[in-house]
């Protein structure tokens, strides 16, 4: 099992950056697929990006591709999300998860495991 705990959330303005932290427990960071999905108000928790296990494979949703980088530090049992340039259609909580089922997934239904969440607001 490992535990999720989300960082460096706040307010940014449009344009900015700001990168997201996720720190997981256990010493077997390694062997989880890592994802960021988000959730704006009345509306549905979606995709934002997924790595794979290692780091080698990276995915995208479209709105946020060429502007978000994930990445991971397996030492550091961390997974991070580089927002840059962000648009206030981003502003949302942003949660991360992992899964030790697949070796990546774009899909909530993949992760068994999710953060509780960090708030991400972007003014205009």
């Known amino acids: 099992q490992v535990q999720l705990v989300e960082s460096g959330g706040g307010l940014v303005q449009a344009g900015g950056s700001l990168r997201l932290s996720c720190a997981a427990s256990g010493r077997t960071f390694s062997r989880y697929a890592m994802g960021w999905f988000r959730q704006a108000p009345g509306k549905e928790r979606e995709f934002v990006a997924a790595?794979?296990?290692?780091?080698?494979?990276?995915y995208y949703a479209d709105s946020v591709s060429g502007r978000f980088t994930i990445s991971r530090d397996n030492a550091k049992n961390t997974v991070y999300l580089q927002m840059n340039s962000p648009k206030p259609e981003d502003t949302a909580v942003y949660y991360c998860a992992a899964s030790a089922t697949v070796s990546i997934s774009r899909y909530r239904r993949s992760y068994e495991y999710w953060g509780q969440g960090t708030q991400v607001t972007v003014s205009s």
């Open positions: 790595i794979s296990l290692s780091g080698d494979s990276v």
